[in-house]
């Protein structure tokens, strides 16, 4: 039995080494980066920068929630909990997350008696959680308006192969964000994401996915009313020597609504849309919207709590 799902497992490996050597460092999380084309590295103005750019944790209102819940590819399930907070004085800001991802089932059939009888087992393909650790403070003071803040992450990654051969690794994100803040913000942010220790599956082992990240978001318009702000990403995947480009934009009017949408220009192109809506400054609810050409179509929720 076990060798059969050893060569089970090298076929997979073989066929598919990105998806099963870090699924979970692969995703993008964060419902409304999402819907920007995921588009945040610049902007990290919520606790989901501690899944974009560690820097941007140092812009956590108080204390902040969130918590998503959806489905990518076929029956895959990725969930999400994290949690920042300010710290007293100049002690910057600290933020936590917890991630866990489901890649599916499948039905394994063998004569595990050697009695001619086939048995059938359903066995979970992949599964994945990941707690990441993540501080920023101001580290520049450059002007009124401008300031530079820095982050860092510790992430521990733990996965298991159909459910016996297990993983784990270790690894540090590091980011800068630039800001300027006046009538109209403008802010510029890099981030070297997933430097670390690599997956093990029984022989084999595979690098985990490095990623530099560097983004901008740029207010066009900013009014009490409403205003309209766009926003670009580029991504580099070192080990698979890639570059994916991204374009978005965000319209809010009166605080209260936001639209968003995105293009992602990559290995999967892909348009994004989606919404935000802000109640009494204390709660949020985030839709957005892939549509991955003829492949499928994506729904996320997520839901924040400031407090």
Do not use: H
């Not at 140092?58 to 907070?85: H, I, P, Q, W």
């Not at 403008?186 to 985990?208: H, R, T």
């Amino acid at each position: 039995m076990k060798n059969k799902l050893f060569l089970l497992l090298l076929c997979l490996l073989a066929l598919s080494p990105q998806l099963f050597a870090s699924s979970l460092l692969d995703q993008s999380i964060g419902t409304k980066a999402m819907a920007m084309g995921e588009c945040f590295t610049g902007l990290s103005n919520d606790i989901n920068a501690i899944f974009w750019n560690p820097a941007g944790i140092y812009n956590v209102k108080n204390r902040e929630l969130n918590m998503l819940m959806f489905n990518s590819f076929s029956d895959a399930a990725v969930n999400e909990l994290s949690f920042g907070t300010k710290l007293a004085g100049r002690g910057g800001a600290i933020g936590i997350g917890y991630c866990s991802f489901d890649a599916g089932s499948f039905e394994w059939i063998s004569d595990s008696n050697n009695d001619g009888v086939d048995e059938t087992r359903t066995l979970k393909a992949l599964t994945e959680t990941m707690t990441v650790l993540g501080y920023s403070n101001k580290i520049a003071k450059l002007s009124r308006e401008a300031q530079v803040l820095v982050g860092v992450n510790l992430k521990m990654l733990s996965s298991k192969l159909v459910e016996q051969y297990p993983a784990s690794a270790n690894a540090i994100d590091v980011g800068l964000l630039y800001q300027y803040k006046k009538e109209k913000e403008f802010s510029v942010g890099i981030a070297v994401q997933n430097l670390g220790s690599g997956l093990k599956y029984i022989e084999y082992a595979d690098p985990l996915p490095m990623k530099i990240r560097l983004g901008f978001a740029s207010d066009i318009i900013n009014t009490y009313k409403y205003s309209f702000k766009i926003l670009g990403d580029a991504v580099n995947s070192v080990k698979d020597k890639r570059t994916d480009i991204s374009a978005g934009a965000e319209y809010t009017f009166a605080k209260l609504l936001s639209l968003r949408a995105g293009y992602k220009m990559g290995d999967i192109t892909k348009m994004t849309a989606g919404f935000g809506v802000n109640v009494k400054k204390i709660y949020t609810i985030n839709y957005s919207m892939e549509i991955l050409g003829d492949l499928e179509t994506l729904n996320q929720f997520s839901f924040g709590l400031v407090f």
